[in-house]
């Protein structure tokens, strides 16, 4: 049960701090977001199996003891239930308006949209807009919104390379990951920053994995210029430093040496 309830707090709070103490993570984007994930999953998972031992344990203890013990081991079961569903009623009520407001800004822009294209198994949709904007759908949707503004400002590679990190996004399921960071986030206190660090970092790593993904598809050089295109476009100084990140990166194998000498030649692969 100590244990349990160690692993409980220990994960969820203290591993977000620890993980970004390094700047390994920036190398190693995948490897990090993973534990993350692991431990942020380990700490609710123990929380759940301690909720379930703890009620039946006084459940057990309520039939061998005195009655007045008995009834108030039942008492504190009822209450540690009654707890489960304060914080399911907490997450429900800070999740709830974060879809409602995506939604609404989905369905200001279905009006604006001029074109619908398949890409694979995704649906890429063109809107009118002077913004240089590119995103995906809801959590679990297959849609990618790419506005006017942005098309139009960006070559052929580019647009390949824009397209090949947000369908990236969908394929490694960055979307429903980033939603659990922002309820985190919403749901503890201010005072604690580990829900700020591990939605910051999620977000962050998100990102630097579709780099990475797009960039081996597309080629390093291309994925890299494109970002600094992007940069002067939205003024996102990130996207600059993003790219300083692909040029440091060792990249290997023969589908990414072929990429880059295509695009020596100016040659759309």
């Given at each position: 049960?100590?244990?349990?309830?160690?692993?409980?707090?220990?994960?969820?709070?203290?591993?977000?701090?620890?993980?970004?103490?390094?700047?390994?993570?920036?190398?190693?984007?995948?490897?990090?977001?993973?534990?993350?994930?692991?431990?942020?999953?380990?700490?609710?998972?123990?929380?759940?199996?301690?909720?379930?031992?703890?009620?039946?344990?006084?459940?057990?203890?309520?039939?061998?003891?005195?009655?007045?013990?008995?009834?108030?081991?039942?008492?504190?079961?009822?209450?540690?239930?009654?707890?489960?569903?304060?914080?399911?009623?907490?997450?429900?009520?800070?999740?709830?308006?974060?879809?409602?407001?995506?939604?609404?800004?989905?369905?200001?822009?279905?009006?604006?949209?001029?074109?619908?294209?398949?890409?694979?198994?995704?649906?890429?949709?063109?809107?009118?807009?002077?913004?240089?904007?590119?995103?995906?759908?809801?959590?679990?949707?297959?849609?990618?919104?790419?506005?006017?503004?942005?098309?139009?400002?960006?070559?052929?590679?580019?647009?390949?390379?824009?397209?090949?990190?947000?369908?990236?996004?969908?394929?490694?399921?960055?979307?429903?990951?980033?939603?659990?960071?922002?309820?985190?986030?919403?749901?503890?206190?201010?005072?604690?920053p580990a829900g700020r660090e591990f939605k910051r970092s999620v977000m962050l790593l998100v990102e630097l994995i579709a780099d990475d993904a797009a960039a081996r598809r597309i080629g390093p050089a291309r994925y890299a210029t494109t970002l600094v295109a992007m940069a002067g476009l939205?003024?996102?100084?990130?996207?600059?430093?993003?790219?300083?990140?692909?040029?440091?990166?060792?990249?290997?194998?023969?589908?990414?040496?072929?990429?880059?000498?295509?695009?020596?030649?100016?040659?759309?692969?």
């Amino acid at each position: 049960m100590l244990v349990l309830a160690g692993l409980f707090f220990t994960l969820p709070l203290v591993a977000p701090l620890v993980l970004t103490r390094a700047r390994w993570h920036l190398r190693f984007p995948r490897i990090a977001l993973s534990a993350w994930m692991l431990a942020f999953g380990g700490g609710i998972a123990a929380g759940v199996v301690l909720i379930i031992r703890s009620v039946l344990v006084a459940l057990s203890a309520a039939e061998t003891t005195s009655p007045g013990w008995g009834i108030a081991l039942t008492l504190g079961a009822w209450a540690t239930l009654g707890a489960v569903g304060g914080v399911v009623a907490l997450v429900w009520s800070r999740a709830e308006p974060l879809s409602a407001s995506q939604h609404r800004g989905l369905r200001q822009v279905h009006p604006l949209a001029v074109a619908h294209e398949h890409v694979g198994r995704f649906c890429l949709i063109h809107f009118e807009s002077p913004e240089p904007l590119v995103f995906t759908g809801a959590p679990l949707s297959r849609e990618i919104y790419v506005s006017s503004g942005l098309w139009n400002h960006l070559v052929d590679y580019q647009r390949q390379a824009v397209i090949a990190h947000e369908v990236m996004h969908l394929k490694f399921w960055h979307g429903p990951l980033v939603r659990l960071a922002e309820i985190n986030a919403a749901c503890l206190p201010l005072k604690l920053p580990a829900g700020r660090e591990f939605k910051r970092s999620v977000m962050l790593l998100v990102e630097l994995i579709a780099d990475d993904a797009a960039a081996r598809r597309i080629g390093p050089a291309r994925y890299a210029t494109t970002l600094v295109a992007m940069a002067g476009l939205t003024g996102e100084e990130t996207l600059d430093l993003r790219a300083r990140r692909l040029a440091g990166k060792n990249w290997r194998g023969p589908a990414v040496r072929a990429r880059e000498f295509l695009y020596s030649l100016r040659i759309t692969a």
